[in-house]
């Protein structure tokens, strides 16, 4: 009847739903997902040296955050999954929006006007070739 403690079957069947490719998760990043999306669209689908190389020189703020997450999910298939560096791509990669931080900014007769300051969840997932 029962094959296990409800703690061993959850264990069991979230191991056999959980993805199998490495990646790398950054969230609340300082920068909008209009901007950090102009750097992924230049990243997607290529392999990771050249993403490296294109992230190294792009001069806008977010391809260095970008660069790092990168460089985390490398390290995470190599040493949890095993896997080959020189096969990578970026099968994946994708930016969500986060809470805003809401701040005031007075102006002229005592009005008050609202700066919003944009955060992102910036995910990033490799795939072998």
């Given at each position: 009847?029962?094959?296990?403690?409800r703690s061993q079957i959850k264990r069991e069947r979230n191991e056999n739903q959980r993805e199998k490719r490495p990646s790398a998760k950054l969230s609340y990043a300082r920068v909008s997902v209009q901007k950090a999306c102009f750097v992924l669209d230049a990243i997607?689908?290529?392999d990771v040296e050249t993403a490296l190389g294109i992230l190294?020189?792009?001069p806008r703020y977010a391809s260095r955050v970008i660069e790092?997450?990168?460089?985390?999910a490398i390290a995470n298939a190599e040493n949890n999954n095993g896997m080959d560096i020189t096969k990578l791509y970026i099968a994946e990669c994708y930016a969500n929006?986060?809470?805003t931080m809401k701040r005031i900014h007075?102006?002229?007769q005592g009005r008050a006007y609202r700066i919003l300051k944009r955060?992102?969840?910036i995910t990033v997932v490799l795939d072998e070739k």
């Open positions: 009847m029962a094959r296990g403690h997607r689908g290529k190294a020189y792009n790092k997450l990168l460089k985390s929006e986060a809470p007075p102006r002229a955060m992102s969840n």
